[in-house]
């Protein structure tokens, strides 16, 4: 079982076992959480990862910076190790930003896209 | 025959200009995205100017669960069946884009608390026609077309879902979509066998929001698509290249004779005409250009964002929205090569020249609107997309959407904000939401098409 701690709940936490994705995990104990797609394509469901691992690599939403930020993808994202989120669009800070103001760079894109830019650099 | 009838819709555009005004209208009002945890819902709004409850918003008709993300609608039926006594205009297909779900919804039963018929739900979709994030609803006749921008995977090109009356899946309508890359609306002018549709980006792009990069790397739009109706599978494609970056809304006129229709690209910020050649073949121009615009805290000038577009049901004005600068346009098309300016109107925008509105700070600009079928009344909604509002506007967070209304002048041009007539989705029961496409029970300027 892991542990999972939601920081901006007021430190609740959850026993989750890690076979399937956070968000029907943690829903079915009762935490109200933001969703949409159920596929890991549409970023609704997104929460901030302040500690521990998760495996999310069927999630296609995300780019390469929000990765950074710490955004994990609660729909397809399952816990590896304990876990501390903030969940829900307060934990979104740095989940939206205007791209006109603030551009990604090469390496900042969607994951496909940046390794299609690297290999045609080759 | 006109009047004789008794179908759903109208005989023809000029009879349906002639039809009573709306005293309803159904909006979408969305929390998805908003960090409030309720479903989105379907507005009723008393838009009678007589009634004491006017500007107000007097039912809620809430979807079964969260996360939706109702968006587009379109009827079960339109002037394409007015001969057919059997059927009527009484249901609203309101599909969830983010979801997949397929809301039925009677408006007959009690026009002001319209109420669930039957949930086409997501899974079966996908299941199904393997199809992700609905759009555009259009019927034919008595059957019913849904573009999907997506692949059950959300990647692109999506496809058509096919239903019958009766709201069963009958699979996919088109043959083929050939080399279509992406998908959005579609418009169809039977007389002339033909339908054109648009391309946005698949959902997995669109949908956690809008990176710029992304349209460099060609996950956005750039072409209408020209489709043998009958055949059901595309003919011609037509690229736009940098004049048509995201083309999105596509309207023919409403003549069923004409073969001049539009589209506005809404990255671009330009409006292009396409109409048929005398040899067969389509052509199309540009005809309105908006220049991006100066800020003081934009490396680049603000793009317009034409996000969508309407034609009024006389052919004789187009209307346009510039969703970032917070401008909508009325052209007189009378000519449609060669556009004229005859009215605009300022609400929110980034450009700050009308931040308030009949007293309401308006977060978001114009960006989906609904023109009465006389052409006099025009809705205007301030939302365009959970995650794309999250970027541009994230004060509509807890602002919530605004709805107003432009009177417009169909004699001699011009738009003028009505300053009786507000709905603000900030002050809703259970908190800001926000409100996006809208259509009249009677019919509107984009839902009926006549054969």
Redesign the interface.
Known sequence: MKKITIANRNNAIYEVRGNKPLLSELRSLGL?L??????G????CAAKLIKGKVDQKSQ????NRQINNGYVILCVARAKSDCTFDI???S?DK???????D??A?HE??AN?AT??EIKDD | MEGLCCGPGYASPSEAIRAPSEKLLYTIAIYTGTGIQKPDYLATIDVDPKSESYSKVIHRMEMPGIGDELHHMGWNACSSCHDDKNMSRRYLLVPGVRSNNIYVVDTATNPKAPRIHKIIQGTEIKTKTNLSGPHTVHCLGSEIIISFLGDAKGEAPGGYLHLNKDFEILGRWENSMGDIPFSYDFWYQPRHNVMVSSEWAAPNTFMPGFDLEEVGHLKYGRRLHIWDFEKKRPIQTMYLGEDGLIPLEVKFLHNPNSSHGFCGAALSANVIHFWKTKNGSWEWEKIIDIDNEPHPDWPIPIPGVMSALLVSMDDKYLYINNWLHGDMRQYNITDPHNPILTGQVWMGGLLGRAPIVNGIKVAGGPQMYQLSLDGKRMYVTTSLFSTWDNQFYPEIRTKGGVMLMIDCDVENGGMKINKDFVVNFGNEPNGPSRCHESRYPGGDCTSDIWL
């Not at chain 1, 296609?60 to 780019?63: F, I």
């Open positions: 109200d933001p969703y949409g797609c159920q596929y394509g549409c970023i609704t296609v939403a995300l780019n829900g669009v307060e979104h989940l939206y930003r205007n791209p006109f103001i551009p990604l090469q894109l969607k896209i299609v830019r």
